[in-house]
T-cell receptor, first 113, second 112 residues
């Protein structure tokens, strides 16, 4: 049973527009959420995170929104750039327990010039 | 700051053979993880170490997989004997306890 779901395998966006990547989770014990970005033949790299005590966290062009009641989070990239083309993984953990991350299957973002 | 180092980058073996992967975490990171990423899936935790000790190995197929972390630094992951379904990228990651993970580039394993 998937605890972290990314229901869109792929997303295509025009350069300069907003990219919105979505993630749903089922485990109410999760209290820390992260987004990782992965280029081919490389390991995932940390992008941005949010604690369950917040509903928004912003870092430059990247903003993560958390809706705890809906068990939903989203990553907004504004404006999107061709270099943002990668696979984006949503991950969650229950920091009060072991702290290891549970990953979604990823969304492949393509930003077209 | 040096990142998480993994070797080899690629490995091709036949089924029933054995294989080992090596990981050197970021200096000072007490927590080390091995993840398995099958094509089209997200990374799945195999084992988590805190210093020398195992914190979570509930998803490690212990009949064929083993891992150790001697002296609380480097770690090795071994598969013996390998099966076709073990073909995947094996990612090592490290972190401070309960903080974000830093991943290595991974070892791509193909079992023929």
């Amino acid at each position: 049973d998937q605890q972290v779901k990314q229901n869109s395998p792929s997303l295509s966006v025009q350069e300069g527009r907003i990219s919105i990547l979505n993630c749903d989770y089922t485990n109410s014990m999760f209290d820390y959420f992260l987004w990782y970005k992965k280029y081919p033949a490389e390991g995932p790299t940390f992008l941005i995170s949010i604690s369950s005590i917040k509903d928004k966290n912003e870092d430059g062009r990247f903003t993560v929104f958390l809706n705890k009641s809906a068990k939903h989070l989203s990553l907004h990239i504004v404006p999107s750039q061709p270099g943002d083309s990668a696979v984006y993984f949503c991950a969650a953990s229950a920091r009060r327990s072991q702290g290891n991350l549970i990953f979604g299957k990823g969304t492949k973002l393509s930003v077209k010039p | 700051e040096a990142g998480v180092a993994q070797s080899p980058r690629y490995k091709i073996i036949e089924k029933r053979q054995s294989v080992a992967f090596w990981c050197n975490p970021i200096s000072g990171h007490a927590t080390l993880y091995w993840y398995q990423q099958i094509l089209g899936q997200g990374p799945k935790l195999l084992i988590q170490f805190q210093n020398n000790g195992v914190v979570d190995d509930s998803q490690l197929p212990k009949d064929r997989f083993s891992a150790e972390r001697l002296k609380g630094v480097d770690s090795t992951l071994k598969i013996q004997p390998a099966k076709l379904e073990d073909s995947a990228v094996y990612l090592c990651a490290s972190s401070f306890p309960h903080e974000k993970l830093f991943f290595g580039s991974g070892t791509q394993l193909s079992v023929l």
